[in-house]
């Protein structure tokens, strides 16, 4: 059974940045950890994305300058460095597992969600 759990969010100010971190249980070698967000009243995007064996990353056109997904040898978690925050950038950030393969829609395990907000 894959769990995954968010952390990390916050109310920041624009050119502030911050880590979030989704921690991950089960097996997951063969899986992709994604992250995604959701702003009120837009569609959910898909922000980047990591295989756990191999750490082969996407990140979205949009945020690729600013920011970054890693997996810390470390620990069991994906980690989501965002950059230079603006106000754009307020949404509820999820993680969410996938097998290899497939498409966005075949993310089938999700995290509660951490709320990042970033003011003016």
């Known amino acids: 059974q894959v769990q995954l759990v968010e952390s990390g969010g916050g109310l920041v100010q624009a050119g502030d940045s911050l880590r979030l971190s989704c921690a991950a249980s089960?097996?997951?070698?063969?899986?992709?950890i994604g992250w995604f967000r959701q702003a009120p009243g837009k569609e959910r995007e898909l922000v980047a994305a990591?295989?756990?064996?191999?750490?082969?990353?996407y990140i979205a056109d949009s945020v690729k300058a600013r920011f970054t997904i890693s997996r810390p040898r470390a620990k069991n978690s994906v980690d989501l460095q965002l950059n230079s925050l603006t106000p754009d950038d307020t949404a509820r950030y999820y993680c969410?597992?996938?097998?290899?393969?497939?498409?966005?829609?075949?993310?089938?395990?999700w995290g509660q969600g951490t709320q990042v907000t970033v003011s003016s």
């Open positions: 990591i295989t756990w064996s191999d750490r082969k990353s």
């Open positions: 089960g097996t997951l070698d063969m899986y992709v």
């Open positions: 969410a597992a996938k097998p290899r393969g497939g498409t966005t829609n075949d993310y089938r395990h």
